[in-house]
């Protein structure tokens, strides 16, 4: 590519960018630090069995996770996009909504309806005359199997979604073909549609297991021994720093793997978007007695217990508990969460288009482009373990700053970040910033770079080209991830819980310690505040699916 | 990069604007010990600004290094001070006030830290069980099989009474002792205290260890009374050792920027007022003697308390975690 392509460089926006960039990258550099400095020697108090116990839990909760959210995700995509059967149209998005629970939320909303003491087993033992524990078996839900049950509830969405668009996107000549030949529609799920729709499957399973590797608040409250929960209780509750991150090392094994499945997987949707042919409507198969009934249900159980259920009984328990939860503490924590989040949002959506930016249309060094790759990398690493990343270099920095003030200037620096809500915000952008700048990354991808090189030939500014051509096309894209971008972080549990500032609880940590504490009624009210917050991304990709659907009922 | 250092000095002088306040690190939940703060704020017009944490106060504070905001870690457990000792995060306190409100076993002997309340851990039974504890001991005992819940093992206050049955019995003793009270259990450890309660009301077990003061919580709470009300208080040990007691306390941190506001809450916290917010609000046993009881914990009647020094006790806590590891207490 030749140099008239790039824009003027703009040195500030350049010195932002590689700052911004270097900023998201030193969290993850500094775990990394951290691995290969770490010194030998280090099982004094924490011997193999115990790695062996957090190994093999991590294992059994990624492959059970796995395996159901595939179960649950493929078989509804497939039925909804392909098969007519009573109410489709609504199981449509609705089969999104259970993305709208935190797992650390559905969780504590289970244990308390599955309690010894609760509805369910109350009712069974006096429909069935039982007197006591012993007279019955109930399954404990604090349990492994039980973390992987209320996980897979609220992370299938991932699978569906990406599964169900790569079904609508799939050959319809072939699909077609495949039905002349009379294949039965089991025989063209498995030979037409599954191979096609396979790298999205594969991106949407990398990404719910990210999440279930994420997750603290389930394990935590389960008492389930993952390694997040390991790393976290060695770094943060005994201080043992050398077994953590040995602990650390054995989690980058998994990290590494999601993350590389997810981008093979993204790598191959572009592959096999642009091979696609989208000319006529999708053949779909009725489903006539039986089976319809079948499909109907089989679509109904995950909507059910995912949404329906801890749903309808976090209302029951809000408004039961409404005095309870309705506290100035509730009120301010809400305020906390908005301003927080708003203000996240905002900043982590400027920060992603200056790295799209810097990316596009700037020649960029080897070293910068490194950090911006590495600084994509956040959303695979666990926020408990991100936050220990955080508060180490930032605390370094800053006692490092104050004693050069005080040597230069005389001046007491302090703290000045890891005490406010900027810390918590910088967090979040390690975190978050994949999901403006991957949004923004692939929708600018529409416009041949050959764009900007005529344009700026033919003598318009750069600043004209990106208001011209670029912003109409990224403006959709950025509304998106600002409205994605604030629900995570109205949602997110770890980092805030350890990254807050003096008097200051959001609805998340509320949730949290209340929840911690068996007091269910108190946390409902914000709990069910979060979830409602939560249906927004589902309204929006609702919105994007049924527009790239009428795409093909519009040709 | 105006705006770049406009925030900076915004961040700079934000940070620095607040003088007349006061900032604690607590391990206590923000609603048991808020009623506190609130009437030290009304009473001397110190903000009294709070962070609350259930685990990790030692590593922020090591993190955070000289410049650290924290005045006061405000604690449970003997432990936990223990630990803050030996990680040099703290400094003494010579004051008159606090050497007379409270006695010398429940504070460090180089005035470290400070006890401000005692706890029982207090064993509760259901009050339709056939059968009669007296004993820690007898939790272990197989007539109890199927019938104990208790929380996380690991959590500091089983640990602090294992490390007392540790220090009375022997470590053999209390392997064995471990190895029973796990084939006792009824479901893996789980749940706070008060879960432990519930679990005995609902018929899932019949007996459990609780800190004393969350039954007299429960008592006052509309939805937990009957909860509480399905149980039998016993203080164990009475013709042994006494009653494990554990402390809540309150530490000076080495930097504190805030020192003289500090002192100034930490008295108020051991002086008459302070004491008696705490014993009727938490229901604790205040350190103060001269304080009276809460209604609610007076009625339990005294009993005779484990005397032995809790810094003995705290030094076995390393070893009995490793022994509940290697016992698998928890899974």
Redesign the interface.
Known sequence: MNKAFYLEPNKYFISITVFASFLVALPILSIFMNLYTSGQGLFNFFDLSTIKIYLKTTFFLLLGVGFLVLLLGVSTAWFVTMTNFPFVKFFEWSLLLPLAFPSYIVAFTYTDLLDYSGPIQTFLRSYFEWSSYNDYYFPNLRSLGGAIIMMSLVLYPYVYLLARTAFLEQSVNTLEISKNLGKSPMQSFFDVSLPFARPAIVLGLSLALMESLNDFGTVEFFAVPTLTQGIYDLWIGSGDYASGTRLASIMFIFVFILYFMERAGRAKIEIYQTVSSRLSKLPKYTLEGWKKNIVFILCLIPLFFGFLIPFIFLLYLSFTYFDYGYTSNFISAMFNTFYLSFLSAIIICIVGVMVVYSKRVIRLNKIVRFLINISSMGYAIPGAVLAVGIIIPINFFENSFDNLMQKVLGLNTGLFVSGTIFILIFGYLVRFLIIPSGQIESSLKKIPPTVDMFSRSVGYSSFTVMKKFHFPLIKGALITSFLLVFVDCVKELPITLLLRPFNFETLSTNVYLFASDEMYGHASLGALTIVLIGIIPVIIMTKLISKSRSKYEHS | ?KF?FLI?GF??V???IFANEV?VYSYR??HLVAPLFNKFEKDTGIKV????????I???L????????ADLIFTVDIGRLDDLKN?DLLQAVNSNALNKNIPDFLRDKDSMWFGLTSRARVIVISKKSKHTIKNYEDLADSKFK?KVCIR?AKHPYMVGLFSSLSFHLGEDQLKSYLTDLKSNL???????D??QV??I?????EVSVINHYYLALMLNDK?QKKWADSVNVIFPNQSTFGTHMNISGVALAKNAPNKKNAIMLMEFLSSPIGQSLYSTANNEYPVNSKIDLSDTIVTWGNFIKDQTALSKIASFR?TVI?II?DLNI??
């Open positions: 990069m770049f900076f961040l700079f934000y940070s620095n900032n939940k923000p600004n709070t962070v609350f944490a259930e685990k990790g030692v590593q922020r090591k993190n955070e290094g000289k410049n650290s905001p990680n199927g996380s009824v479901r893996k450890p789980q749940g706070n008060r879960a519930k679990a009301y609902s018929g899932l077990c939805v390393k490793k590891d928890n899974n």
